[in-house]
């Protein structure tokens, strides 16, 4: 029986890294630079080497270590392969088997979103659920889906793309993904401020907002200040992700939500607008879900890139 | 080995039934009233001795029988209890342990909207592929998710319950479910029949369509002639759904969508609406899916269950 477990979570910049016992404690994390030019080619050369590095300054034998599990920032298949993580430079391979031939440890690789919704249902604000939805509010709106304790994948590996659910006719501005009005138009980070903006073009009441100069947590600072145009902005935010979760469990019936991401440290108050407008329109069936906030933070991804591999 | 399974499939009325070879051929089928009365008591007596029957008088023996699948119109958890199916007067037990008791034979349960979909891919319209959502335009819309070939039961079995994602605001009809605004209202046969209602009530182009009279069947017939007003109606049928579909497609990322039910016998026509407004939508890691027509009609269910319980 092996004792340790490297879990590995590749950023565009970063490439976090944790050394745990099977039971999920971490026992050492760090990081080194993320080496993108000529296609990514140093990025797993570079983790296998850190991984062998701190096997040395351990003591560790390779026997003892259970493998190494990563999360890559793209699509990833059931067998590793990579359909190009375009941050990473990286075009088509099978991540399981290079990364296994350079340390000879087993690898399992998925997709980062994915495998961070497996790190807080192992050790985090999921810990008790085996079938949840990973919601990360962030920049962009990711998501992970927990099945029966498994990442479901999706047939390309692109289930749980949750934040390019289309909710909004006539968006005039395009998403990243090329097309509008896609959830995470509205509920990402940028998605309060683009409302935030759009609330403030046609305001005449008092507000401590500013339009073209307010955050997201500004927006959610002055919700818990009772900002009656913050209030509309966190009502619309909410009712565009209250709804879309709603179509998500009635896809696939999760026991828990788990809200992570930059804009969930709004804590409760972002949870109840999202619950309120949630609860009236989803299936009775899962009208008992929980709502949960993430825990882990940034570490959701070594730990559930851990738990992948010992699956 | 075994040569035989039995497949079953639970309605309100009549009770489907199937015997197969264990590679998916038909030997026989035939059908049992469901007698719901005193709450449904006798239903899986009746299963159980129509077996045994079967049994007799084909000159097979338990042993020879790999199992009994059986399909019921309800939520069915992954260990086979039933959390009350009011069709059949059901409260909640445990299907599996209590027909296996009966009968001697393994037993596996599973909701008829989610079974269907398997008997599609087993040998149905979906065969060739091992993720896909059936989706079953029927007097309401059934879904079924099929994820790596296993059923996507849900936490608390209400798993692709598609017909009930909430597709429109300010809808002031109640749907079965006691929400508002579900797809099912607009994508079942009664919601193209509202639908049309709908768009007749406020038209005054020629049309063959006649409003409180028109049934689906009749709006597609008319949209395959070109009639104006039922091409509008099959525009925002295929909006609701295309669109619907794409959100789902957005969790669980399929290879194809299988579309079955009275409705979808307007074949071809129909899946151009759906797909022309999926497309425009989804992310584009479904962009591809394959939008197939169902070919087991009402004999899916038994498929499906004599699947499940192979599998």
Redesign the interface.
């Known amino acids: 029986m092996a004792n340790f477990v490297f879990g590995v979570d590749v950023g565009g910049t970063t490439i976090k890294m944790g050394l745990f016992d099977t039971n999920g404690q971490v026992l050492d994390k760090w990081e080194i630079p993320t080496r993108t030019e000529n296609g990514g080619e140093n990025v797993l050369p570079d983790i296998a080497k850190a991984v062998a590095d701190k096997c040395s300054e351990k003591s560790i034998t390779k026997e003892d270590v259970a493998g190494i599990g990563i999360g890559v920032p793209g699509?990833v298949d059931?067998k590793g392969i990579v359909h190009r993580c375009v941050n990473l430079g990286w075009d088509v391979f099978n991540v399981n088997d290079t990364l296994s031939e350079m340390t000879g440890m087993k690898v399992k690789a998925g997709n980062d979103a994915n495998v961070a919704a497996l790190g807080e249902m192992w050790q985090g604000g999921g810990k008790g659920f085996?079938?949840l939805v990973m919601v990360t509010l962030g920049t962009g709106v990711g998501?992970g889906?927990i099945?029966?304790g498994q990442i479901?994948?999706?047939?390309?590996?692109?289930?749980?793309?949750?934040g390019?659910?289309?909710v909004q006719d006539g968006e005039p501005e395009a998403c990243g993904?090329?097309?509008h009005?896609c959830l995470e138009q509205y509920a990402s980070a940028t998605g309060v401020v683009r409302l935030a903006n759009r609330e403030l073009a046609k305001n005449t009441d008092p507000t401590v907002l500013k339009a073209g100069e307010c955050t997201a947590k500004d927006v959610w600072d002055a919700v818990k200040d009772k900002d009656q145009v913050a209030i509309r902005v966190a009502e619309q935010f909410g009712k565009y992700l209250g709804?879309?979760l709603?179509?998500?469990?009635?896809?696939?019936?999760?026991?828990a939500f788990v809200i992570g991401g930059g804009v969930s440290k709004a804590g409760d108050v972002l949870l109840s607008y999202i619950e309120k407008n949630y609860k009236?329109?989803?299936?009775?069936?899962?009208r008992d879900a929980k709502f949960v906030l993430a825990t882990l933070g940034n570490d959701a991804g070594i730990f559930g890139a851990a738990k992948l591999v010992l699956d």
Chains 1, 2 share one sequence.
Not at 280 to 286: A, E, L, Q, R, T
Request: glycine share 22%.
């Open positions: 699509p059931s085996d079938s998501g889906i099945n029966d479901l994948t999706g047939s390309s590996g692109a289930g749980g793309e949750i390019h659910i289309h993904c090329g097309n009005g709804e879309g709603a179509a998500i469990a009635g896809v696939v019936n999760p026991q009236p329109v989803v299936f009775h069936g899962s």
